[in-house]
Every structure is written in structure tokens, then in C-alpha cells.
């Protein structure tokens, strides 16, 4: 039996694809940078399972360089929640979507508004990196009534007695920070993102996903030697960056696909 009855629809299309043997991959997007929306759809013909696309936001407390200086470029060009949602409905991937941006957004708009405003802009799930799990009640059942996955964040410092509780929290996938500090490549992948993957998977049987610091496709089969999956955000963004436009993402993205799959 299909996964999907069961969950929402982030969470069954990445348990069907665990358990069918797959390592998942999940890239991140930063919506509202010129030529976003073609980024998108390479990164699912690519071999992502999932897209995650972030609304840039003034202050984005998670996010490194990278992902800081395309957000800038996006709202420099006019880019706001509405203009990044309204293009969603559009783009042809077949994999589910999640928005990454700040609680301040949803927060603005109203519990309520902001879940309904995602679930008619084909979004599936939401990661707020900056909402605490102890904070995080009300969000929560206001996204789960308007059928909002909300993705919970994990990270080393997250105390043993507090992990089982973050990961039932968790819908879609348990987002295992991978190390202390914002997002970007690093030379070589952190001892902590297999400890914190190893720690999620012992208390829950939902995908775990390593993201942040994953470099490349060597770091992301050896992040997936505990965990069921990695998230990709710097190493795509800076490719658009670097003007590789959507046929660079596309190639990024397979050559992680293919690495993962080789395993």
C-alpha cells in the first residue's frame, strides 16, 4: 500500500521512495531570482524528490551567503510572498513542494491566511527555521487543518529529552541540521550531521533529511550512509549565481542523483 493515504503528501512521496530503496534528494530554490521558476523544474527533471523554494526574506537569520545575496537579488527585483506563491501553481514537477522562509511571514498574515495561501499555491509543507518547537503549537494545527506539512528542524544542540517530541512535531521529513551556523558548502562534511541523523533515526521511523554544509555529491553519499536523504541549497543557488541558469541546476542536481544512486 501506497505511503501517500496515510500522510500528507510530502511525507508518503518520500516514504514511498525510502522504501523502495531510493536516498532522497531535495534541492533548494530561492523563488523570485530571475529565472527560478525554469531552476525549479530542472531541479525535478534532475532527479530531486522534492523542491523545496525559499521566499526571500529581509532577515534571514539561517541562511549563509550564498542563499543571503540571491534572496537580496530577489527582492531587489521586486519578489514577494504573493509574486513567488502565484508562480508555483505553474511549474511542472511532479514532486511535492515545501517553502522555507520566517515565522514573521506567517505570523503577518494570520496562522490561518498564510496556511490556506500555501495550500491553494501548491505548496505541500513549510519550514520555518526560526520558530521553536515550545512556540510552534499554534502554527502547527493551523497548517494541519489547511493539510500544511510542517517540516521541524533538528540540530546538534537539540537536547536528548526534547528529540522524540521534535520529530513526532515533525510532517513531511525531520530536517536534520548538519552543523551550528548558517547555510553554505564546507570543505568537508561535519561529524555532527551524522550524529544528529543517527539521533533522529532512533527515535523516529520519518525520513530524516541532513541538510546544511552538504559541499557535494561525495558529502551528500556519506551524509546518506546514516541518513535517508540531503537537502541541497548553497550548491544550487550559487550555480545560479554563477549564471549556470536552469540547465546548470539541472546538471548539478544529476550529478548529486546519480552519486546518491550509485550510493
Same mark, same amino acid.
Given at each position: 500500500?501506497?505511503?501517500?493515504?496515510k500522510?500528507?503528501?510530502m511525507?508518503g512521496?518520500?516514504?514511498d521512495?525510502?522504501?523502495?530503496?531510493s536516498?532522497?534528494l531535495?534541492?533548494?530554490?530561492?523563488?523570485?531570482?530571475?529565472?527560478?521558476?525554469?531552476a525549479v523544474?530542472a531541479?525535478?527533471?534532475?532527479?530531486?524528490?522534492?523542491i523545496?523554494?525559499?521566499?526571500?526574506?529581509?532577515?534571514p537569520?539561517m541562511?549563509?551567503?550564498v542563499?543571503?545575496?540571491?534572496?537580496?537579488a530577489?527582492?531587489?527585483?521586486?519578489?514577494?510572498?504573493?509574486?513567488?506563491l502565484?508562480?508555483?501553481?505553474?511549474?511542472?514537477?511532479?514532486?511535492?513542494?515545501?517553502v522555507?522562509?520566517?515565522?514573521n @511571514?506567517?505570523?503577518?498574515a494570520g496562522?490561518?491566511?498564510?496556511? $490556506?495561501?500555501l %495550500?491553494? #499555491?501548491?505548496? =505541500?509543507?513549510? &519550514?520555518?527555521?526560526?520558530?521553536?518547537?515550545?512556540?510552534?503549537g499554534?502554527?502547527?494545527e493551523a497548517?494541519a487543518?489547511?493539510?500544511i506539512?510542517?517540516i521541524m528542524l533538528?540540530a546538534p544542540?537539540?537536547?536528548?529529552?526534547r528529540?522524540?517530541e521534535?520529530?513526532?512535531?515533525?510532517?513531511?521529513?525531520?530536517?536534520?541540521?548538519?552543523?551550528l551556523g548558517?547555510?553554505?558548502?564546507?570543505?568537508?562534511?561535519a561529524?555532527?550531521a551524522?550524529e544528529?541523523?543517527?539521533r533522529?533515526?532512533?527515535?523516529t521511523?520519518?525520513p530524516? @533529511?541532513?541538510g546544511v554544509?552538504?559541499?557535494?555529491?561525495?558529502? $551528500?553519499?556519506? %551524509?546518506? #550512509?546514516?541518513? =535517508?536523504?540531503? &537537502?541541497?541549497?548553497?550548491?544550487?543557488?550559487?550555480r545560479l549565481?554563477?549564471g549556470?541558469?536552469a540547465?546548470?541546476?539541472?546538471e548539478l542536481?544529476?550529478?548529486?542523483?546519480?552519486?546518491?544512486?550509485?550510493g
Amino acid at each position: 500500500m501506497s505511503s501517500s493515504s496515510k500522510f500528507g503528501r510530502m511525507e508518503g512521496f518520500l516514504r514511498d521512495r525510502r522504501d523502495s530503496g531510493s536516498k532522497l534528494l531535495v534541492a533548494y530554490i530561492t523563488g523570485g531570482y530571475e529565472g527560478w521558476e525554469a531552476a525549479v523544474e530542472a531541479a525535478a527533471a534532475g532527479g530531486a524528490d522534492a523542491i523545496e523554494i525559499g521566499i526571500p526574506f529581509s532577515d534571514p537569520v539561517m541562511d549563509g551567503p550564498v542563499i543571503q545575496k540571491a534572496s537580496q537579488a530577489a527582492l531587489d527585483a521586486g519578489a514577494s510572498p504573493g509574486s513567488v506563491l502565484s508562480a508555483v501553481p505553474n511549474l511542472d514537477t511532479g514532486v511535492p513542494h515545501a517553502v522555507m522562509t520566517y515565522y514573521n @511571514l506567517a505570523h503577518h498574515a494570520g496562522h490561518e491566511r498564510f496556511a $490556506a495561501t500555501l %495550500a491553494n #499555491s501548491a505548496i =505541500d509543507a513549510a &519550514i520555518l527555521p526560526d520558530l521553536p518547537l515550545v512556540e510552534s503549537g499554534p502554527w502547527r494545527e493551523a497548517a494541519a487543518v489547511a493539510g500544511i506539512e510542517t517540516i521541524m528542524l533538528a540540530a546538534p544542540t537539540t537536547p536528548e529529552e526534547r528529540l522524540p517530541e521534535l520529530c513526532e512535531a515533525s510532517k513531511g521529513f525531520v530536517y536534520a541540521v548538519g552543523l551550528l551556523g548558517v547555510t553554505g558548502e564546507r570543505a568537508n562534511l561535519a561529524s555532527t550531521a551524522i550524529e544528529i541523523a543517527g539521533r533522529c533515526k532512533q527515535v523516529t521511523d520519518k525520513p530524516v @533529511l541532513t541538510g546544511v554544509g552538504i559541499g557535494s555529491p561525495e558529502q $551528500a553519499v556519506e %551524509a546518506c #550512509s546514516i541518513a =535517508d536523504g540531503v &537537502i541541497i541549497g548553497s550548491a544550487v543557488v550559487r550555480r545560479l549565481l554563477e549564471g549556470g541558469g536552469a540547465e546548470g541546476v539541472g546538471e548539478l542536481v544529476a550529478s548529486y542523483r546519480n552519486a546518491l544512486d550509485a550510493g
